[in-house]
C-alpha cells in the first residue's frame, strides 16, 4: 500500500514539473502606470474612450463584453447621442421569425453588448478550436490582470529558432506556453484615433486595457469615493471621541 502510494506521488510530481518549468519559463509583465491604480485612483476617461473605439475596432469581432450594456458607456463620459449611435452601429439578436429563423435588429443603449458569435461551438467552428474569452472580468480573471493584459497585447514575437510552434499558433513569452492562438490584434497604425491621439501599439493597448479594467468595475470609482468618505468620517468621529474623553474624563486621575 505504502508503495503504491509512492508510485503516484512520483507520478504526480513528474506530470506537474512541466507545467511549473513553463509557468517559470513564463515572463513576469513589467508594471505600468494606470490611472485607476491605488485606493485614489480614477478612470481617466479619454483614455478609457479611445480604449472602446480599440475593443470595437478591433476586438469586438471575436470578443464578447456579456455583463455591459451600451448605456453603461455613460460611465466613462459618453453622451447619450454618443451612446445611440454607438449601439446603433451593431446588430444584436430581436427574437425569431415564422419561420424559426433569428431576427436581429439595431442595438439600443438598453441593449447588450453584442455577442460575436452565438454561441461557444460557433466560436471553436470558425476559430478552429479556439474559443476567445469574454472581456467583462478579463482584468480581474488573472493576478496582476492589467499589467498582463498589456504585456500579453505587445509582447507578441518572433519565436526563438529552437522552439516549433504548432499551426496556427503564435509566440508570446507572456503566455503560459508561450504559443497562443490569438494572432497579434494590434498593429502600428491600424486604429485612428477620434481625438488625434498618436496611434501606437503601446498606446492601444494601454487604452483598451484602461477600458477593460473599468468594465470589469463600472462602479469602481463612486467606491473608491464612498470608502473614503468613510474613512473621513471615522477619522473625525475618532477625533470627536477623543475630544469628549478629554472633556468628560479630564479631572479624573
Given at each position: 500500500m505504502n508503495r503504491f502510494v509512492l508510485i503516484l506521488a512520483l507520478a504526480g510530481l513528474t506530470?506537474?514539473?512541466?507545467?511549473?518549468?513553463?509557468?517559470?519559463?513564463?515572463?513576469?509583465?513589467?508594471?505600468?502606470?494606470?490611472?485607476?491604480?491605488?485606493?485614489?485612483?480614477?478612470v481617466d476617461q479619454a483614455a478609457a474612450q479611445r480604449g472602446f473605439q480599440v475593443y470595437a475596432d478591433a476586438c469586438s469581432n471575436c470578443h464578447g463584453l456579456k455583463y455591459l450594456h451600451y448605456r453603461d458607456l455613460s460611465g466613462i463620459g459618453f453622451t447619450e447621442d454618443q451612446i445611440k449611435k454607438i449601439a446603433a452601429r451593431f446588430e444584436v439578436p430581436a427574437g425569431f421569425d415564422n419561420q424559426g429563423n433569428l431576427v436581429t435588429k439595431a442595438a439600443t443603449?438598453?441593449?447588450?453588448?453584442?455577442?460575436?458569435?452565438?454561441?461557444?461551438?460557433?466560436?471553436?467552428?470558425?476559430?478552429?478550436?479556439?474559443?476567445?474569452?469574454?472581456?467583462?472580468?478579463?482584468?480581474?480573471?488573472?493576478?496582476?490582470?492589467?499589467?498582463?493584459?498589456?504585456?500579453?497585447?505587445?509582447?507578441?514575437?518572433?519565436?526563438?529558432?529552437?522552439?516549433?510552434?504548432?499551426?496556427?499558433?503564435?509566440?508570446?513569452?507572456?503566455?503560459?506556453?508561450?504559443?497562443?492562438?490569438?494572432?497579434?490584434?494590434?498593429?502600428?497604425?491600424?486604429?485612428?484615433?477620434?481625438?488625434?491621439?498618436?496611434?501606437?501599439?503601446a498606446q492601444n493597448a494601454h487604452d483598451v486595457v484602461t477600458f477593460l479594467a473599468w468594465a470589469a468595475?463600472?462602479?469602481?470609482?463612486?467606491?473608491?469615493?464612498?470608502?473614503?468618505?468613510?474613512?473621513?468620517?471615522?477619522?473625525?468621529?475618532?477625533?470627536?471621541?477623543?475630544?469628549l474623553k478629554r472633556r468628560i474624563w479630564h479631572g479624573v486621575h
Open positions: 506530470l506537474g514539473a512541466p507545467a511549473r518549468a513553463e509557468e517559470a519559463d513564463t515572463l513576469t509583465p513589467p508594471s505600468q502606470s494606470w490611472s485607476f491604480a491605488g485606493p485614489l485612483g480614477t443603449p438598453a441593449s447588450a453588448f453584442r455577442n460575436p458569435f452565438p454561441n461557444d461551438e460557433a466560436a471553436r467552428a470558425m476559430l478552429n478550436g479556439a474559443l476567445p474569452p469574454d472581456l467583462s472580468l478579463i482584468t480581474s480573471s488573472f493576478p496582476n490582470g492589467p499589467n498582463y493584459i498589456y504585456a500579453l497585447l505587445t509582447g507578441y514575437r518572433d519565436p526563438p529558432a529552437d522552439l516549433k510552434l504548432a499551426d496556427g499558433m503564435n509566440f508570446n513569452p507572456y503566455f503560459p506556453g508561450h504559443q497562443i492562438a490569438m494572432p497579434p490584434p494590434l498593429n502600428e497604425g491600424d486604429i485612428t484615433y477620434t481625438d488625434g491621439t498618436a496611434s501606437t501599439v468595475h463600472p462602479d469602481m470609482v463612486q467606491r473608491k469615493r464612498i470608502g473614503f468618505g468613510v474613512v473621513l468620517y471615522f477619522l473625525g468621529m475618532a477625533g470627536v471621541t477623543f475630544a
